[in-house]
């Protein structure tokens, strides 16, 4: 008989899942699309067309996501510490329920969530409209948020099984706060005061140097980076695209780690032992630089100011070369909302979220590859799966 399950025995696998689907499927389709990495062979040939079908995200979506997945563990998390009156442990299932309805919504458009993780008891859950499940995103990140900052009668907290921040609870909240900085960027050009709304949760967000980092340790097949694993078992992807191309023109330092210079992936995100970033600092500054620049009352000294961090903060972050972020900073009389974009384009490499900025910005201006299947457009989300 299986004892009782424990929040606390449920944290690593969703992390390390989360990691592991957000570097491996949602990356390689997005990254496709996006251009940063081309398919060559098999089905990322067919991607690279755009030619997508039903069964090429079946086991994303089901395996990975929803199913025995990602968001049915959360789901289970949330509901045993919930049970156990364990509000720390509640508060990391949500959050990292969020982030994954988040990518979910955010490569389908309507998915389910209010009836869904029921199992045999209802099988044909209704899909939520994005508009509800956005709703349902920022609920759970407010509700973590406020369970983080009380008192927890239980004396079971987080500890060395978070393998994202172990164990530290104000890096939960501030991650939170950051995850509500863009899904509120994420809704800007429906109501443009969601700028505003972002910039607060900036200003709570994560610290200098501080990332959302789920690392592989590489020791063993279970335990590879994503796209490790898949360059060494596939090998139908090349790392050649339009993100190469700009890098190569303007010398970007980044080039040296982004590529092996044999049209292999580079070792930053390429090795066994590569991690995978949910979310970094970098990413919120680039968040805080378009806020500043696109709402209503638009300051473009705080753009500029939030942009040269962000290109610094990368560059710490990936090569450790601050020299390059002089040459390319901005000032307040000559930030584009181009820069801002085609930088962050740049640094958030491999990042689904890149998919996401593109479809608010068309930046940077992408074109479609010759004979793709959708009439010289740019896909604009993924098909449903078969399943």
Not at 140 to 149: E, F, G, K, N, V
């Amino acid at each position: 008989q299986l004892k009782d399950p424990v929040p606390s025995n449920l944290v690593p696998g969703i992390i390390l899942s989360t990691g592991y689907e957000y570097g491996g499927d949602a990356s390689r389709f997005s990254s496709i699309f996006m251009q940063q990495v081309t398919g060559i062979a098999n089905q990322s040939f067919l991607a690279n067309r755009y030619a997508v079908s039903s069964d090429d995200v079946d086991n994303m979506w089901t395996a990975g996501l929803y199913g025995g997945g990602i968001m049915n563990n959360a789901n289970s998390l949330i509901n045993i510490a919930t049970t156990k009156n364990q509000q720390h442990f509640l508060a990391l299932g949500q959050i990292m329920m969020a982030f994954n309805l988040g990518l979910a919504t955010d490569l389908w458009g309507d998915v389910p969530y209010s009836q869904a993780f029921k199992g045999i008891e209802n099988t044909q859950p209704t899909y939520d409209s994005q508009e509800q499940i956005y709703a349902s995103i920022d609920q759970l990140l407010t509700t973590a948020i406020a369970s983080l900052a009380a008192d927890d009668p239980s004396p079971f907290q987080p500890g060395g099984e978070d393998i994202l921040f172990g164990g530290d609870l104000q890096k939960w909240t501030r991650f939170a706060h950051s995850l509500r900085a863009k899904f509120f960027l994420h809704l800007a050009k429906r109501d443009r005061a969601n700028y505003d709304k972002a910039l607060t949760e900036v200003a709570a967000g994560f610290l200098p140097g501080e990332n959302a980092e789920v690392k592989f340790t590489g020791t063993s097949v279970t335990s590879q980076n994503p796209w490790f694993q898949f360059n060494d078992q596939r090998g139908d992807i090349g790392f050649t695209g339009y993100i190469y191309d700009i890098m190569a023109a303007a010398n970007d330092p980044r080039l040296a780690v982004y590529s092996d210079g044999e049209e292999g992936l580079g070792t930053l995100y390429g090795s066994p032992n590569s991690s995978v970033f949910l979310m970094s600092y970098d990413e919120l500054k680039f968040i805080e630089a378009e806020c500043n620049f696109q709402k209503a009352a638009q300051d473009k000294s705080a753009a500029a100011t939030a942009y040269n961090a962000a290109v610094s903060a990368n560059l710490n972050r990936t090569i450790n070369d601050q020299a390059y972020a002089a040459t390319i900073a901005k000032t307040a009389a000559d930030i584009t909302l181009a820069d801002i974009m085609t930088q962050k384009y740049i640094a958030l490499f491999l990042s689904p979220e890149v998919f996401t900025d593109w479809r608010r910005t068309e930046l940077p201006v992408l074109v479609a590859p010759e004979g793709s299947a959708l009439g010289g457009a740019l896909p604009r989300s993924l098909p449903y799966p078969s399943g």
